[in-house]
């Protein structure tokens, strides 16, 4: 999950994740939606087909 923040340039608390993955999170939140909002983290930031994923990064950066 780590590396997926990284890559894609995610910075600060991951708040879902924490909540789902550590035993005294800084938000805790009940189990399901803690495992919900994780496995959302995951299929946002997810490796996509190269192509696909460097047109969005592209449009990413020209907004800024």
Do not use: C, W
């Not at 923040?5 to 994740?17: E, H, K, S, Y």
């Not at 924490?18 to 299929?43: C, V």
């Amino acid at each position: 999950i780590i590396k997926l923040a990284l890559n894609d340039g995610v910075v600060g608390q991951l708040d879902g994740p924490s909540s789902y993955l550590m035993k005294s999170p800084h938000n805790q939140r009940p189990d399901d939606e803690a495992r919900e909002l994780t496995e959302g983290f995951i299929s946002e930031h997810a490796r996509q087909a190269a192509g696909k994923r460097a047109k969005e990064l592209a449009a990413r950066e020209a907004e800024a």
